[in-house]
């Protein structure tokens, strides 16, 4: 995990249904691992075992704070359905102060 300036990042995970997803945004939230999670569905190619797949998923896009990542990041291991989840941390460089400031707030940084 690399640090950023701001203290924040944007987590991404898929899944492969609506209702695993909104399970996993509420048990996220209810935890304080982060302040939101919204939710899109996709089409994804990739390989695995060897070969090109294409599935339709959802995917997490997680607002949180680096203090709280790692944690994310054993809770979406754990409640993940996926033997391989992704898990991409994306740093925040930057963002109003309002919105920042309502980050830590609401993971308990504040």
């Not at 990542?69 to 989840?85: F, G, K, N, Q, T």
Request: glycine share 8%.
């Amino acid at each position: 995990m690399e640090q950023n300036e701001s203290g924040y990042c944007m987590v991404i995970t898929t899944v492969p249904e609506r209702e695993e997803a909104e399970k996993l945004a509420r048990g996220i939230l209810e935890n304080r691992l982060a302040a939101c999670v919204q939710l899109s569905g996709i089409s994804s190619f990739f390989f695995w075992e060897g070969q090109i797949q294409d599935d339709n998923e959802v995917s997490l896009f997680i607002k949180t704070t680096i203090k709280r990542y790692a944690e994310l990041e054993s809770y979406i291991r754990e409640y993940h359905p996926y033997d391989v989840p992704e898990i991409i941390q994306l740093p925040i460089t930057g963002g109003s102060p309002e919105y920042l400031a309502w980050l830590d707030a609401t993971t308990g940084e504040g």
